[in-house]
């Protein structure tokens, strides 16, 4: 008989192909499962209100220092000068900012970073690693334009 159902020659036995589809359905989807489940997994370190453990005696923490930098290269730390233009170290800048980090109880002192839109982005990375050496934690940046606006 040719292409019947039963008999010696027509026996149906263990198919292998489709097992082994489904083997490698499974063996694909623990693989993705277990890469997911291996991210690392952080914790984001939030203040929340009213958990302060003592009372706040002054404002030191929460006044920020304001490091300018002009279109020259001049930088000044709250309006009084912190180094000229040919200073590329940095250094007065670098001890003057950790001594007042230092001063004020610890690094989470905000500091206000406000460029002129026209300084030069090394100059700009230059007082970042300042705020870097001096551990500065919080730290932002503020548009320091002429007031006209962003268009002129």
């Known amino acids: 008989m040719a292409g019947g159902g039963g008999g010696e020659e027509g026996e149906f036995g263990l198919q292998i192909a489709p097992m082994l589809d489904v083997m490698f359905v499974l063996l694909l989807f623990f693989m993705v499962a277990a890469g997911a489940a291996a991210s690392k997994e952080g914790e984001l370190g939030i203040k929340i209100p009213g958990e302060t453990k003592g009372a706040i005696s002054d404002t030191d923490n929460n006044t920020p220092i304001i490091?300018?930098?002009?279109?020259?290269?001049?930088?000044?730390?709250?309006?009084?000068?912190?180094a000229d233009p040919l200073d590329n170290d940095l250094t007065a800048l670098r001890e003057r900012l950790k001594g007042m980090?230092?001063?004020?109880?610890?690094?989470?002192?905000?500091?206000?970073?406000?460029?002129?839109?026209?300084?030069?982005?090394?100059?700009?990375?230059?007082v970042l690693d300042a705020c870097s050496y001096a551990k500065v934690q919080k730290l932002t940046f503020r548009y320091a334009g002429s007031g006209k606006g962003a268009g002129h």
């Open 67 to 82: 490091i300018t930098i002009d279109v020259l290269g001049n930088i000044a730390i709250n309006n009084s000068n912190a």
């Open 101 to 126: 980090i230092e001063g004020m109880g610890s690094g989470e002192t905000p500091v206000i970073v406000a460029p002129d839109p026209k300084a030069t982005h090394n100059r700009v990375i230059q």
